[in-house]
């Protein structure tokens, strides 16, 4: 192969493209809605993903001790538990710190408060862990560690977000399976367009493909512009898709549904250049493989 085949090549798959305007324009179109879906199901995983472990990060130890626990065996505990390696901080709160606390998070409605009585709610142990042992391994090691201290023999409940975090993980989980079976779904989309629209480019020219096997032309010469035009369909379709998944997620009014004081996510992100790379790329290697399916149907003889 020499300079000469590459540029008949780039000519043959150009002048199919620019030969069959509406065709390539309908295949491109359909090709990157379905691509949409999937970079849409990519980029809401990406953003859980990070949420659930900007969460895991946020979230430390809270043991709820019981009404015979006292104050001062409670202070002392927290002193005790500050020394430990995996702990930044402890904090003890009596049950009038609790209701103080709830008091000024209902702000204007703290007046529902009135009268009710400091006992309903219990003291509590609270345990902030160090950035490096804030995982939910070390967090079920320091609840178990913290049952194991004589005073906190009658402790309530120890929370460290497990049940929090299993509802994140089970809706994780749930979406990267709808995502599996929507990328299978596009898979086959792309391919059964591709192969329709390289098809017809082939009834097309089947005239000039016959003479050319009459004069030798091999099987690989006479796909190769086929493998490139189904190449720039994957690619421009992907490009597409990004985009318009990418202006979509700027649009939406995310700073008053995701704001810092509620999930701590700003804003939506992204999905990361190398994914991005990786789709653009899929594209074309699904395209070139679409390319082969037709032409090789083609070449054996399936040409009515």
């Avoid at 804030?134 to 402790?155: D, K, M, N, Q, Y």
Wanted: with cysteine; net charge neutral; hydrophobic share 50%.
């Amino acid at each position: 192969m020499n300079i000469r085949h590459i540029r008949y090549f780039f000519a043959q798959a150009f002048g199919s493209i620019v030969g069959s305007p509406v065709v390539q324009l309908v295949a491109i179109s359909t090709i990157s809605m379905s691509l949409m879906v999937l970079c849409t199901l990519l980029t809401l995983t990406s953003n859980i993903d990070q949420l659930t472990e900007r969460w895991g990060r946020g979230l430390g130890v809270v043991a709820f001790l019981k009404d015979d626990v006292g104050q001062q065996a409670g202070a002392a505990t927290a002193s005790q538990i500050r020394s430990w390696d995996e702990v930044s901080s402890v904090l003890y709160r009596s049950r009038a710190d609790a209701l103080k606390d709830l008091r000024s998070a209902l702000a204007a409605d703290g007046d529902l408060l009135e009268g009710i009585d400091e006992t309903v709610l219990p003291a509590t142990l609270e345990v902030t862990l160090m950035p490096e042992h804030r995982s939910e391994g070390v967090r079920e090691a320091v609840a178990r560690r913290l049952r194991t201290i004589p005073a906190l023999t009658r402790v309530q409940k120890i929370d460290f977000g497990q049940e929090m975090m299993a509802r994140i993980q089970g809706a994780r989980e749930l979406i990267r399976l709808g995502g599996f079976v929507v990328g299978l779904l596009v898979l086959f989309a792309v391919i059964f367009i591709i192969t329709n629209t390289v098809r017809l480019t082939l009834y097309a020219r089947r005239e000039e493909i016959e003479v050319m096997s009459l004069v030798g032309a091999t099987n690989t010469f006479v796909r190769v512009p086929f493998y490139l035009e189904g190449a720039f369909q994957g690619i421009a379709s992907a490009i597409i898709a990004l985009a318009l998944t990418w202006s979509g997620i700027r649009l939406l009014p995310t700073a008053s549904v995701l704001g810092d004081s509620t999930l701590g996510l700003p804003h939506l992100t992204f999905l990361t250049t190398s994914v991005m790379v990786s789709i653009v790329l899929g594209a074309a290697a699904v395209g070139v493989f679409a390319s082969h399916l037709a032409t090789g149907r083609f070449l054996k003889g399936d040409r009515e």
